[in-house]
Nanobody, 115 residues
Framework: QVQLVESGGGLVQAGGSLRLSCAAS????????MGWYRQAPGKQRELVAA???????NYLDSVKGRFTISRDNAKNTVYLQMNSLKPEDTAVYYC?????????WGRGTQVTVSS
């Protein structure tokens, strides 16, 4: 059974940084792509950043230049480095992975940015 476990969330002041980690229970080369989504209270879940098996990345416009997604294949882990955090980045962040027609989700980690 595939499991994705997020970590690294927390409370940070505006302008600060956090690094989220998503550890997979299988070799991440099995996934076509992995990504980070977020969902703020009362809002729809949105894609923040994604990385393909080939290393191509894409980002939500509002996080470009501040967030960086990366992967460590040896550790089966995907990261989201978040810099210059803003209060509007406050949300639960979810790791997601796609494998052919299947999609897997982690349970999420809370990120709270205080002003």
């Amino acid at each position: 059974q595939v499991q994705l476990v997020e970590s690294g969330g927390g409370l940070v002041q505006a302008g600060g940084s956090l690094r989220l980690s998503c550890a997979a229970s299988i070799n991440i080369f099995n996934f076509n792509a992995m990504g980070w989504y977020r969902q703020a209270p009362g809002k729809q879940r949105e894609l923040v950043a994604a990385i393909t098996n080939g290393g191509n990345t894409n980002y939500l416009d509002s996080v470009k230049g501040r967030f960086t997604i990366s992967r460590d294949n040896a550790k089966n882990t995907v990261y989201l480095q978040m810099n210059s955090l803003k209060p509007e980045d406050t949300a639960v962040y979810y790791c997601q992975a796609e494998k052919t027609w299947l999609t897997y989700w982690g349970r999420g980690t809370q990120v709270t940015v205080s002003s």
